[in-house]
Every structure is written in structure tokens, then in C-alpha cells.
């Protein structure tokens, strides 16, 4: 029998704070009584402030962040559009995937998986491309399954020092709500996020932000789509209802989760993430581990995946954590299986919810030929934590 609480340090699903969930906790109610828009006119809102985008449009569907992925793509382009993506770990490849699924024509930029987004690559190909068959680049914001983030300002920039009219795709739905997203100000067409990483929820809305252009492209672009179509979902939206049967408790539970956002404050929510992180990276350091992630400019801070020594394998590494000590890493996904395992540091965490992630892995490692030094990533972590601290004034010695 299992005692205590099983610790969830992978990306995604990521923990529901208690007061998300009691706010989820109420009985069904009608979709169309008068009164449903005061629950989800302020989502729609609020979802904009999250993303950055005073025009944005926000669509949300009852679906997994790959939903928002196709509603993309079906709402926007023509079958057999030429389309610019790189592959740099699992989640770019299976967009990829998507779009040639679907009927893109997707040019291919693969680069390690471990590198971003390759930008001057991109600004290569965008150069060349006079004629202006690209119509659409995709960047990954946050890869998850290797832990490194792109500038997606980067991107933007390229697009216009050669006055490229292509629509700007980007998938933020490891980094939305965690890390800072500017839609404005890069000027993304089209943002891609779901509920179960930054928004701290259940699995069960796909969430998109949508440009004015990308509105106005969508309005004689060509896919065939039907459950995902713009019209349909904002002409209900407008007054706060949805041309399905919504997820009404999922709304309840995101009213929440904003609400904590905008209390704790985006800008201290990034900061939050990014020393958690640091503390990951630097017990990854005390144990003489690579990152997957390249180079420390582009080090995520929603996931830290780590490669293993040969000796080891990091499924076993996997499976003992979540066997012996109860807690639940990342998996090495695709070429990384067995070579890496992900910690998970995104959206309800503290310090000590890292160090139990830490402390775990390490006695995982150990249990699976690792010749690390139990303890040595909980001191190097606990040391920066302590180090880094937001002072706190401290009530009870004041009294
Ligand atoms: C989790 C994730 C997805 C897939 O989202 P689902 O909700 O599982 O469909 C896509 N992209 C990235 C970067 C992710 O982290």
C-alpha cells in the first residue's frame, strides 16, 4: 500500500493547487441560462492578459493542447501551403507530423535535439524565398521533451528584416502562463497552450490566441474544419456561450487558476519558475550531469532534461523513482529514451517540491549503477534556494 502523496515532477499534467480543485467541485450547470456569460466573459479576458495580446482573440476548446495545435492550422491555411518548421525534440516533431497530416507542404529545418528554434537558418530560408511561398513559420516556444526554450522575438525579427508576410504559429503550451509570452509584441498569429501545464488544471482545454490577421485569414482559408472553426466559436463567444457543451467545471477551476496567477503576479510567477529551476540545474551540476538543453541561454524553466551516464539507464531511473519513492519523473521521450529523464518544474511548486524531485532522483540513480553522491544535488539545490530567498520578514521572532 502506498502512503502520503505520490510528488508529480514531470511537465505536464501538472499539480492542481487545492483551491483550483475545490472551485471545480460544484454541481453541473446550464450552458445557456442567462447568467452563464459571468463566469466565462472574464476568462476570455483574463486568457488575453496571460498571453499578452490586447486584440488577440481567445478560443477555447473542450481538447488537449493539440486540439488548439489542429484548430490552428484547419482555420488558417490551404491544403498543400508551404509552411517552415524545425524539429528539435518530440513535441516539434509531432507538430510537423500534424501539418503534413493535414496537407502542408512542411519545409523542414532538423536540428540537435537540444538546440532552438534555428533562426538564422530560418532567416536564410525566409530570405530566399522571394516569391513569398512560405505562408506560415512554427516555432516552439518551450520543447519540453528536451528542456530548451526559443526566442520567438528571435523569429519575429527575422520575418521582418526581410519583409516576410507569413503567419507566425507558435506553440507556448509548456511555456504560457510560466514563462513570459509576449504575443503583441512578437506579434504571434497564432498561440497555442492547453490546460494541464502553466494553468495549473486538468487535462481538457485546448487554448488558442488569434491574431487580427491570422482572423482575417481565416476568413477565405480553405482546410476543411468544422468542430474547430473560428466563426462558430466566436459568434457564441461573444456573449460568453460556446456552440458545444463546454467544460463548465474546467471554467470554474480556470477562474481560479487566473486568479492565483494575477494575485501571485505574472512577472513573480516567471522569476518563481526560474529560480525553482535554478535549483534543479545546479543539482544536475553537483552531480556531474549534462543538460540536454545546449547552451545556458536557452535553458527552459518549466523542464530540466538530463542526460544519464552510459552506465546508466534512465528508464530504470524512471520506474525506480516512481516505484521505490513515489514520485513521478519526465521520461526520456523518442531518440532521448533511456538517455535522459525530465524533471518537471511548471506551474503549483515551491522549493521543497523541487528538493523531494531532486532527493528522489538521486536515490533512483544511485539504485540504477549512478556513482553520484546522495545528497550532493539537495545541498547544491537547498544552498541556492536559501541563498536566493525573497526575505520574508518574520512574524514569529518579531512578535
Ligand atoms: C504537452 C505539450 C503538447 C501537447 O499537449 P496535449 O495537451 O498533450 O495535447 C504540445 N506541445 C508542447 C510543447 C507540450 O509541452
Not at 135 to 159: L, P, Q, W
Not at 212 to 226: D, E, G, I, K, W
Not at 253 to 266: I, M, Q, S, V
Request: charged share 20%; proline share 4%.
Amino acid at each position: 500500500m502506498k502512503t502520503g502523496i505520490t510528488h508529480l515532477a514531470i511537465p505536464g499534467p501538472t499539480n492542481v493547487p487545492e483551491a483550483v480543485r475545490q472551485a471545480m467541485n460544484v454541481p453541473m450547470q446550464d450552458m445557456r441560462a442567462p447568467d452563464f456569460g459571468d463566469l466565462t466573459v472574464g476568462l476570455f479576458s483574463d486568457l488575453r492578459r496571460v498571453f499578452k495580446t490586447t486584440n488577440g482573440t481567445i478560443m477555447i476548446y473542450p481538447g488537449s493542447g493539440t486540439a488548439a495545435w489542429e484548430a490552428a492550422i484547419m482555420n488558417t491555411l490551404n491544403a498543400g501551403d508551404r509552411v517552415l518548421m524545425s524539429r528539435q525534440g518530440q513535441f516539434s516533431t509531432l507538430w510537423a507530423r500534424m501539418a503534413e497530416q493535414l496537407g502542408l507542404d512542411v519545409e523542414l529545418v532538423d536540428v540537435p535535439w537540444g538546440a532552438g528554434t534555428p533562426v538564422s537558418e530560418f532567416a536564410r530560408r525566409l530570405g530566399n524565398d522571394v516569391e513569398g511561398k512560405i505562408k506560415a513559420v512554427f516555432v516552439t516556444h518551450n520543447e519540453t521533451a528536451t528542456g530548451v526554450t526559443s526566442d520567438v522575438g528571435a523569429v519575429r525579427a527575422v520575418m521582418d528584416d526581410v519583409y516576410h508576410e507569413a503567419l507566425l504559429f507558435v506553440d507556448g503550451v509548456s511555456s504560457v502562463g510560466s514563462i513570459d509570452f509576449r504575443m503583441d509584441e512578437w506579434r504571434v498569429d497564432l498561440a497555442v497552450t492547453g490546460s494541464q501545464k502553466g494553468l495549473m488544471l486538468p487535462a481538457g482545454l485546448g487554448i488558442l490566441a488569434v491574431s487580427n490577421r491570422a482572423m482575417a485569414a481565416s476568413r477565405h482559408a480553405t482546410l476543411p474544419r468544422a468542430y474547430f472553426r473560428f466563426e462558430d466559436m466566436t459568434s457564441f463567444n461573444r456573449d460568453g456561450y460556446f456552440p458545444y457543451t463546454p467544460p463548465t467545471q474546467l471554467f470554474h477551476g480556470l477562474r481560479k487558476a487566473l486568479d492565483r496567477l494575477f494575485e501571485e503576479g505574472l512577472d513573480n510567477v516567471f522569476a518563481r519558475h526560474r529560480r525553482l529551476a535554478e535549483g534543479v540545474r545546479r543539482a544536475t551540476e553537483a552531480w556531474g550531469y549534462d543538460l540536454v538543453a545546449e547552451h545556458c541561454r536557452i535553458y527552459s524553466d518549466t523542464v530540466t532534461a538530463i542526460r544519464v551516464p552510459p552506465e546508466v539507464d534512465a528508464r530504470d531511473v524512471i520506474r525506480g523513482a516512481y516505484v521505490n519513492y513515489n514520485t513521478s519523473l519526465g521520461s526520456g521521450l523518442g531518440p532521448l529514451a533511456g538517455k535522459a529523464f525530465r524533471i518537471g518544474h511548471i506551474g503549483d511548486l515551491n522549493e521543497v517540491m523541487c528538493l523531494a524531485a531532486i532527493a528522489s532522483s538521486e536515490m533512483a540513480l544511485v539504485d540504477a549503477g549512478a556513482t553520484i553522491e546522495l545528497g550532493s544535488g539537495v545541498a547544491a539545490a537547498q544552498a541556492w534556494y536559501r541563498d536566493s530567498r525573497v526575505r520574508q520578514p518574520m512574524a514569529i521572532a518579531a512578535e
